[in-house]
């Protein structure tokens, strides 16, 4: 009967073991993908932001990792032939964790109201969904500032 016992508590056990292995060795995931938008007077622009941020467990420890990309759009909002005088645009947007900018000079009219800019990130600081995008665009002797928003 002592034996029978002893092998009961022993599979009670490696069971257990097994579980909390299991458990620890599980990653939790979650995915990111937001879209802030917001405008001026002449301009409108979108920030697309995707990322992925991965938790999990190693040697005791919790580890984490996060893998991002993102595409700003500027658009302007008038016609192509208001910007054909057009000889330098320069535009940034700035997030809590990061900032970019941008300088364009056309030695033509530019043939197109877009513009853009993308990148990628592994490890690099994520975008939160609340976030508050600021915006600045001047072109020639213009200026205008605006933020971008999460549409929820």
């Not at 990653?27 to 938790?55: C, V």
């Not at 016609?79 to 990061?98: A, C, G, H, V």
Request: contains cysteine; aromatic residues 12%.
């Amino acid at each position: 009967m002592f034996i029978v016992e002893r092998r009961i508590n022993l599979k009670k056990i490696a069971t257990l073991l097994f579980t909390i292995m299991l458990l620890t060795a599980c990653s939790e995931t979650t995915t990111n993908d937001y879209k802030f938008s917001g405008e001026s007077e002449n301009w409108e622009a979108e920030y697309l932001y995707k990322g992925t941020e991965k938790w999990g467990e190693k040697d005791e420890r919790t580890t984490y990792s996060n893998e991002d990309s993102y595409e700003f759009i500027l658009k302007y909002k008038g016609s192509i032939e208001e910007l054909s005088s057009l000889q330098k645009l320069e535009y940034s947007y700035e997030t809590i964790s990061s900032a970019a900018e941008s300088i364009e000079e056309f030695a033509v009219p530019p043939s197109t109201l877009t513009f853009s800019s993308r990148g990628s990130s592994d490890g690099g600081a994520k975008v939160s969904e609340d976030e508050v995008i600021k915006v600045n665009v001047k072109w020639d002797d213009f200026e205008e500032s605006f933020e971008l928003h999460n549409n929820k």
